[in-house]
C-alpha cells in the first residue's frame, strides 16, 4: 500500500477552485478585512499559499469601488511587467471592452532606459500614465515602477484610476509600497517585502469577479 | 522633513539585485546547499521574498547537471502556464537553440479537456510529452500537471530531461510534490503549499545563468 501512487481529491477544475476557498476562510480565521475586501484576499491566499502575505493587504477605503468602476467603464489595466499581463483574465476584460497593456519591453522604452541608465520599469511609467488615464496600474514586480508612478501622481501627471501596488523585493519595495499609502488616490498594496505577479493579476481578476457579479445583480 | 519623499537606494538595475542577493545572503545564514544549488535558491528567494520557500527547496542529486545539460543541448522548455512561460528569459534560450512551450491554451487541449471534464493542465501535459522529449518541464501553478506528468514517467511514456515542480496551492500541491520526490528523474522540487510562477521562472532562469557561466569558463 505504501507504493500506491497519490490521488487528487478531485480534478474537476471549479471543484478545485471552491474546496481551496473553504480551506482558506476556514484557516484564516478571524482577520480585519471587509465584506467587500475579502474576495480579494481570499484569491491573493490562493495564488500564494501564503497567509501572511494575505493578512498584509491594505485597502484605501474606496479601492474596491474604484477599481470596480475602472473596469466597467472600460479603462485599461497597465501591468508593470509580462508576468502580470497574460495572468489577467482575457475573456473578462473583453466582456468589459478593456485591455491589458505593458510598455516595459517597447523598442522605445528599452532604448530610453538605456540612456539614462535607469530601469525600463521607470521609463515605461512615464509612458503609460500618457496613455491609460483612469485605468488600473497593476504593479507586481518592480519597485521602481511603483515610486515613478507615485511620483508622477504627486506632480499630477498621472491620474490612475486604482493603484494596485504589489511590488516583490529586497531594496525599496517594503519603502515603494509605504509611499503608496500615503497617496490620496485608491490604492491596494500591502505590508513588507512580499507581493509578485501571481498577487497583482489575483486582485485584478477579483475585481473582475466582482464587476461581473455587480452586473448579473 | 517627515514629508521629504522616498528615495531609493539606487535605481541601476544591476546595483538593485546585486545589493538583494548580499541581503539574501546575509539574512539566509546556515543552509543545507551545495554550492551549486544556491544560486537557485537565492534567485527563488529573490523572487518571493520568502525565505521559507527557498529553504523548503528540495533537489535531486543530478537536478543541476542535468538542467545545464538540456540547456546546452537546446532541449526545449516546457511550462505549465502562460505566466512561466513568459518569465523565461528569451535572449538566453535563444542564444541555445531552445524554445519555451505552452500548450494550456491550445485550442485542442481546451477542447479535449472540456470532453473529458479534466483540467486543461492534465491535457496539456499529455500533449508536452509527445513534443519535449528531454527537456525542462516547468511546472509553477497546476498540481493537476504535476501529477500527470508523473503518471507519465512511471509508465514511461514521458521523458523529461529535468522536471521542475512548484506547483502552488492547498488542493494536491504539496502532495504532488511528494510524489515527484519518489521519481527517478532529475526534479527540483519544493516541500509544502508554497511554489508559483515565479519560483519556477526563477529556477530556469538560475539554470541558464549556469549554463552561460560554463560556457564562458
Not at 522604452?109 to 488615464?133: C, N, P, W
Amino acid at each position: 500500500m505504501a507504493d500506491q501512487p497519490f490521488k487528487p481529491v478531485t480534478t474537476v477544475p471549479h471543484q478545485i477552485e471552491s474546496l481551496s476557498f473553504d480551506i482558506i476562510k476556514e484557516e484564516l480565521g478571524e482577520h480585519p478585512f471587509t465584506e467587500e475586501q475579502f474576495p480579494v484576499v481570499q484569491r491573493v491566499i490562493h495564488a500564494s499559499a501564503d497567509f501572511e502575505l494575505g493578512r498584509s493587504l491594505i485597502f484605501h477605503p474606496k479601492a474596491i469601488q474604484a477599481g470596480i468602476e475602472a473596469i466597467r467603464s472600460g479603462k485599461p489595466v497597465v501591468a508593470d511587467v509580462q508576468m502580470v499581463q497574460v495572468g489577467i483574465s482575457k475573456p473578462r476584460l473583453n466582456k468589459f471592452g478593456g485591455d491589458v497593456h505593458v510598455y516595459i519591453s517597447d523598442p522605445d522604452v528599452v532604448e530610453e532606459a538605456k540612456r539614462l541608465g535607469t530601469t525600463r520599469a521607470i521609463v515605461s511609467m512615464r509612458k503609460a500614465v500618457r496613455e491609460a488615464e483612469g485605468g488600473i496600474f497593476a504593479i507586481g514586480n518592480a519597485p521602481t515602477a511603483l515610486l515613478e508612478l507615485i511620483r508622477l501622481v504627486r506632480e499630477g501627471v498621472a491620474k490612475p484610476g486604482l493603484i494596485v501596488g504589489v511590488p516583490v523585493g529586497f531594496v525599496s519595495a517594503a519603502e515603494s509600497k509605504e509611499e503608496l499609502t500615503k497617496l490620496d488616490v485608491p490604492f491596494i498594496t500591502n505590508r513588507g517585502r512580499k507581493g509578485g505577479s501571481p498577487a497583482a493579476v489575483a486582485i485584478v481578476n477579483a475585481l473582475f469577479l466582482l464587476a461581473e457579479r455587480l452586473d448579473q445583480s
